[in-house]
């Protein structure tokens, strides 16, 4: 069993942000899922408080996980301001120099060994750089939306033929 899990925040309000890009790729990634081995799920806490839903998530999906520390089956989905727009990498034990949504997750899990999905989001202009705590949580545009439309369907793909 393979535990992909979206990062985000939760409600309307929050839904189409920048910060919810993991759980907006886990949403789609579970209308196409069709296989039984792979569980995705979005957290249903605030970003910077997901530690303990993944940690709970895991006891509950990844059987033995909690005992051996062995999380080479969790994906976590997540924004990452460090990529540009239309870039991801599925990188495991590695994630971006500063997110505390994936620093609450390694601190509830006591590990930095998983897979990460890093979901590039960086369209800032570099002549009028928006703060990015700010940034994260704006609304996507629709151009934007389209290119992650792209993304996602290239990460859904990735994630298939390793499954296999």
Do not use: C
Request: no cysteine.
């Amino acid at each position: 069993m393979k535990l992909l899990i979206g990062l985000g925040n939760p409600g309307e309000k929050y839904a189409k942000n920048r910060h919810n890009a993991g759980a907006i790729f886990v949403s789609q990634f579970s209308i196409s899922n069709k296989n039984p081995n792979i569980k995705a799920v979005n957290t249903d806490a605030f970003m910077n408080d997901s530690g303990k839903f993944v940690a709970k998530a895991v006891r509950k999906y990844l059987e033995g996980a909690g005992d051996t520390g062995e999380l080479g089956d969790l994906y976590v989905a997540h924004d990452d301001l460090d990529l540009p727009l239309g870039q991801y990498k599925i990188q495991k034990g590695v994630g971006p120099k500063v997110h505390r949504g994936l620093q609450a997750v390694e601190k509830e899990l006591g590990t930095t060994d998983f897979w990460r999905i890093r979901i590039g989001v960086d369209n800032r202009d570099p002549q009028n750089r928006t703060p990015g705590e700010e940034y994260v949580l704006e609304d996507f545009t629709k151009e934007e939306r389209e290119i992650l439309e792209n993304v996602f369907n290239r990460i859904i793909e990735e994630l298939k033929n390793a499954a296999d």
